[in-house]
């Protein structure tokens, strides 16, 4: 929501998420809240529907949209470049905050397995929903050129993701 406001789409079911896309003003007031400190995280609608789920109506298509692959590119454009966010504002909507909202707080600690997102804030590419591992292709952000993002992701101690 931070990034699309309902007057940049038409009736694609790919634009349909929760919450929904939402006027101008909508945008502006939760850009102020990240900036001010009033939200304390930001969280992906990430839903992904199989492709004959959306290919219907708008109306009839569930909400959700895929969120994870391109949110930390979306925030780093959209957030820290415009000025809106420092960087480790950033950071810490996407890490600390959400824990802090579920009760989840956890700390790196040595000989104990991490939970990291390794990334870049310079990394050019272009996101290909057909390359995505999920079963779904549901986003608004195909073809979307990003600067920055994730380069590896570590679960539980183990590398489960690196970008290529």
Sequence with gaps: ?????????????????????????????????????????????????????????????????????????????????????????????FTVGPARVLGMERKIAAGEPADLTIFSTERAWTYDVGESPSKSRNSPFDGWKFRGGPVATIVAGRVSFRAH
């Design 1 to 93: 929501m931070f990034t699309l406001i309902d007057e940049d789409v038409s009736y694609d079911s790919r634009f349909k998420m929760n919450p929904p896309l939402a006027a101008r003003e909508d945008r502006e007031a939760l850009l102020e809240g990240l900036a001010d400190g009033t939200v304390d995280a930001i969280a992906t609608d990430h839903a992904p529907h199989e492709p004959a789920a959306k290919d219907v109506e708008f109306d009839r298509a569930p909400f959700g949209v895929l969120g994870f692959e391109t949110a930390l590119g979306l925030g780093l454009d959209q957030l820290v470049r415009t000025g809106r966010l420092p960087l480790m504002r950033l950071v810490e909507l």
